[in-house]
């Protein structure tokens, strides 16, 4: 019998065209499965944060990653710890065998300089036959000076401030030296160009070569302030990581206690102990520095800057007492006034405050007693140098020059005197220096490596501890 076909549309044609939507596709065996995007590739990052959470949700989890946060707390400690105390130590290095010597050699310097120019003018004043003393007193100046010039330059760089300076006095020293010889040449000839040749040659002294000193030496002052303060900075830095780690420690063992009723594990209580020990040694080491090089600052390094630079105003005026008998009123001030009496008392005035400051900066009787004898002969100094003015000023010329480099009873013994005082003080003072910088260094000694061991050793000590409280879960 012969089949009708069905039209489309009618009752039970079979159905054609894509499927409904949210219908099974479906093939020549049947339908076909559900077709489901590729999962979004995960980072890493992302991968670790989960399993992470995973690891937290159990004890055993949590246990193993509170132990890695302790070792690794503790381990920080000890490696900023370790860092900061290092730096602290170079810094301490650094004022006792560098920059302390470098200053005190640009203070040697300065004194030289005006030193040479005291002789100068004292060997100018005894006139033609200048006493050998003076002679090798001036040499031995000048050679002092070159011979740390060129010290100073083999420790610095030349493109410094200091190197700058170092350079300048190298080459107006010269310069300097060949004025001095000149009105040597002249006075012994009797020709009163000499006395000319001597004022110019003070002139380039304390117009260049004393103010090109003067820089180097607060410059390289600064350096030597500059390095205090890096070895007395507080570490607050690994400071904080202690009382963190020593914090994170104390919450360990509490939780733990809390959660066992053990009161103390091992492991965390060898970690906590040795934290503590690693917290102690840097606040007590670095307080202890601290201590002893502010002592060598204040009662070291502060007591010669200020008797250095007193030494320097008593060769000035010195040098300035000298040329007033040597311009014998050539040079003027604005006022009207010997310019070189002027500068004398100035520089007398600016030496008794330097004396009264290094009286109180002195801390025992062996900086005192020299300071005090140095403040008596100033004022024997200042008496015999208004009595040698007023001879002067009468007409007198040969009896005041006789009152200021005669062989008894003149300014130039009393000056001799000053200058030793103050020689003696400074011999003090720096041994005083070395002493207390040197105990603050020795208090760092050792810290940084003993931080870092410390520190290894309460790392293991934690995960220990953590491990012993794992293996109850085994």
């Known amino acids: 019998m012969a089949v009708t076909p069905t039209a489309p549309g009618a009752p039970g044609a079979p159905a054609s065209g894509p499927p409904a939507p949210g219908a099974a596709a479906s093939g020549p065996s049947g339908p076909l499965p559900p077709h489901h995007p590729p999962p979004a590739r995960r980072t890493a990052w992302s991968e670790g944060v989960e399993k992470l959470r995973a690891a937290a949700t159990t004890e055993p989890g949590r246990l193993r990653i509170i132990g890695a946060a302790l070792a690794a707390l503790v381990i920080a400690f000890g490696a900023v710890t370790a860092w900061q105390v290092a730096d602290r130590e170079s810094a301490a290095d650094d004022v006792v065998v560098r920059s302390q010597p470098l200053s005190a050699d640009a203070a040697s310097i300065y004194r030289a300089l005006a030193a040479a120019d005291t002789a100068a003018a004292s060997g100018f004043l005894a006139g033609a036959q200048e006493p050998p003393s003076v002679i090798k007193q001036y040499n031995d100046d000048i050679a002092e000076a070159s011979g740390l010039l060129v010290k100073a330059a083999a420790n610095t760089s030349s493109a410094s401030t200091s190197g700058r300076q170092i350079a300048r006095l190298n080459q107006l020293l010269p310069t300097y030296t060949g004025l001095v010889e000149r009105a040597r040449a002249n006075n012994r000839q009797g020709l009163p160009l000499g006395g000319a040749y001597l004022r110019y040659a003070n002139e380039r002294m304390t117009t260049q070569l004393l103010p090109a000193a003067k820089k180097l030496y607060d410059e390289e002052t600064d350096r030597l302030y500059r390095d ?238 953590i491990g012993r409280r794992l293996s109850e879960y085994r």
């Open 228 to 465: 205090y303060d890096d070895a007395t900075a507080w570490p607050f830095v690994a400071l904080g990581l202690g009382v963190l780690a020593l914090g994170g420690l104390g919450w360990a063992q509490l939780r733990n206690y809390r959660r066992t009723n053990r009161v103390f594990n091992h492991g965390l209580l060898g970690a906590s102990v040795a934290s503590l020990a690693v917290l102690l040694w840097l606040a007590v080491g670095h307080a202890l520095a601290s201590s002893g090089l502010d002592d060598s600052r204040t009662y070291g390094q502060e007591s010669l800057k200020v008797l250095s630079d007193a030494r320097i105003s008593s060769l000035q005026a010195r040098a300035n007492e000298n040329l007033t008998l040597v311009s014998r009123g050539a040079v003027s001030t604005a006022a009207g006034g010997d310019k070189y009496e002027a500068d004398y008392t100035s520089g007398m005035a600016d030496l008794e405050k330097q004396l009264t400051r290094a009286g109180q900066l002195a801390d025992d009787d062996g900086g005192k007693g020299p300071v005090q004898k140095a403040a008596e002969s100033v004022k024997v100094w200042k008496t015999q140098h208004k009595d040698a003015r007023a001879t002067d000023d009468q007409g007198d010329y040969d009896a005041a020059l006789e009152k200021v480099i005669g062989a008894s009873d003149s300014t130039g013994q009393s000056f001799g005197k000053v200058d030793q005082a103050l020689a003696a003080a400074l011999e003090w003072e720096r041994r005083e220096f070395t002493e207390a910088a040197e105990d603050g260094r020795g208090a760092l000694s050792g810290l940084a490596a003993g931080a870092a061991v410390l520190a290894v050793l309460a790392a293991a000590a934690a995960l220990l501890g």
